[in-house]
């Protein structure tokens, strides 16, 4: 794709860049401005579930934007007066992008610390709202006003907990990914939703395999409304999906009408060699109409995961339904991380922000390189994986059987579980992000945290772990 190309309705294309982030989208062209069409809101309301459709807006926080009323005088939330609060000032000192050998201090100002101490909007602290909004016509091309907006969660588990519960009714079919993210499952589980599992491969989510699950769909059953997948450095399988398969799967949520959960916290540790496809979110601006992607983002991989923030960017209407879940249930995200988020963002402007997010992705590209090195050296002949260009995480098919024709390729639970342990190394069997648990060989194995030498060894481990199952299987078959 060239940079900046128009797309098929018009659109600027998001131009791509091989070792980041893309770059910022060149200016639109006065021909090219206001060209991004967007599905109406009714289109939505069949994509409600019941719940979201019960629950409706809450009587206090729908009031809120009426005290900024000049001359109002408010009488209306329970809010607690500041002045009994203790926390008078808020100061902290971050790595510096540019230079990390320097700390950078940032104030919190005043009014900033204010506004974070006291209630404050559902779907976010408006500076860090803002500032999301810059970030995602950065990195995606999409600008604010263009039918969709964005909400503030506690981490990007939040708010997909949330997308779930707005558009998925018990019983519902819904399309994952598979294997699948293990954090999804009990959403779908805890709905007894039928999840039908899409074939993944080593160029991410197979279109071939959804195209064939939707075009043989029994006409007696609603198809799906939502399809769930992680397109950069899948968390398990390590992959991302290409362009070609994004744009099927784009084409397919047209056709057959359904939202693309599009939950990508890997999105900036991308460090493959190739040019990197650009996201859901932004390839839809070729779609003759925006609106089938919801996007979730997190700030946990490259910030901090503890600080709980991330950002859901999509339909107003379903935004807005996640926003009414967030006002029954937790009322908004903490204010004072919210601010020392938007402080640090708002200090470091985008290219900083791109800066560090690629010094992040580097960092984990090397972690990858020693990782692999220490497969191949002890696991040549008895594991085969695929070589991951985003996230941290490796998924690796245990070779448990010497007889390759053999057709059972082997449980790797049984191995990781009592083997591996008892030799000292832990990893996560593949079953687990099955959402039937079925049988699996695979292992995921994440190598975000160790250091080389115990990377090796705890390879070595494995490999000792895998010897013992083979040579058990053999002196009993
Ligand atoms: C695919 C995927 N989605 C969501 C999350 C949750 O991230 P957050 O910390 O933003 O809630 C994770 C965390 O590991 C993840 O791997």
């Known amino acids: 794709m060239a940079n900046g190309s128009a797309g098929q309705n018009g659109v600027t294309q998001v131009p791509s860049h091989s070792d980041g982030i893309p770059a910022a989208l060149p200016a639109k062209t006065s021909a090219q401005k206001n060209v991004v069409k967007y599905l109406p809101s009714e289109y939505y309301q069949s994509f409600l579930s019941l719940v979201a459709k019960e629950r409706k807006p809450s009587p206090i926080r729908s009031l809120f934007p009426l005290e900024a009323t000049p001359g109002l005088i408010s009488l209306l939330a329970g809010k607690p007066n500041a002045t009994t609060f203790p926390l008078t000032s808020l100061q902290f000192t971050a790595r510096s992008p540019t230079d990390p050998s320097q700390d950078i201090s940032i104030k919190v100002t005043d009014e900033q610390l204010a506004e974070a101490l006291q209630y404050g909007a559902t779907s976010g602290n408006p500076s860090l709202v803002n500032w999301v909004y810059g970030l995602q016509e950065f990195s995606h ?12 969660g506690s981490g990007s588990q939040d708010l997909i907990y949330k997308a779930v519960n707005a558009m998925v009714n018990p019983g519902d079919s819904v399309l994952v990914e598979s294997p699948v993210y293990a954090g999804v499952i009990p959403m ?7 999840q039908i599992e899409v074939a993944t491969d080593s160029n991410g989510i197979s279109s071939a395999s959804l195209r064939e699950i939707l075009e043989s769909w029994p006409s007696s059953k609603p198809k799906p409304k939502v399809l769930y997948t992680v397109p950069y450095g899948c968390n398990p399988t390590g992959m991302t999906a290409t362009l070609e398969r994004r744009k099927e799967v784009l084409a397919l949520s047209r056709e057959h009408d359904f939202i693309i959960l599009e939950d990508d916290p890997y999105y900036y540790l991308y460090y493959g060699d190739a040019a990197r496809p650009p996201s859901y979110f932004a390839l839809e601006l070729e779609e003759p109409e925006a609106g089938r992607v919801l996007r979730f983002d997190s ?8 600080i709980r923030i991330g950002f859901v960017s999509g339909p107003d209407v379903l935004v807005q339904a996640m926003d009414s879940h967030t006002a029954t249930a937790n009322l908004q995200v903490s204010g004072l991380t919210q601010i020392l988020t938007s402080s640090l963002l708002n200090q470091w402007g985008y290219e900083a922000f791109k800066i560090h997010t690629e010094s992040v992705s580097s960092f984990y590209r090397k972690k990858r390189d020693v990782f692999e090195g220490a497969l191949k050296r002890h696991l040549d002949g008895l594991a085969e994986w695929s070589t991951p260009e985003a996230g941290m995480f490796v998924w690796f098919k245990l070779l448990l059987s010497s007889n390759a024709s053999s057709s059972d390729e082997g449980d790797s639970e049984a191995i990781i579980k009592t083997k591996a342990f008892e030799k000292g190394v832990l990893a996560l069997p593949g079953t687990v992000f099955l959402p039937n648990g079925r049988k699996t060989a695979y292992v995921r194995a994440s190598f975000s945290l160790l250091e080389e030498g115990d990377v090796d060894e ?3 481990r494995l490999r000792e772990a895998i010897l013992e199952a083979r040579s058990e299987a053999l002196s009993t078959s």
């Open 141 to 152: 091309g999409r600008k604010k006003g263009e039918g969709w907006r964005i909400s503030i």
């Open 188 to 194: 779908f589980q805890t709905l007894h939703c039928d």
């Open 299 to 306: 700030l946990s991989k490259i910030l901090s995961a503890g």
């Open 458 to 460: 705890a390879v070595r």
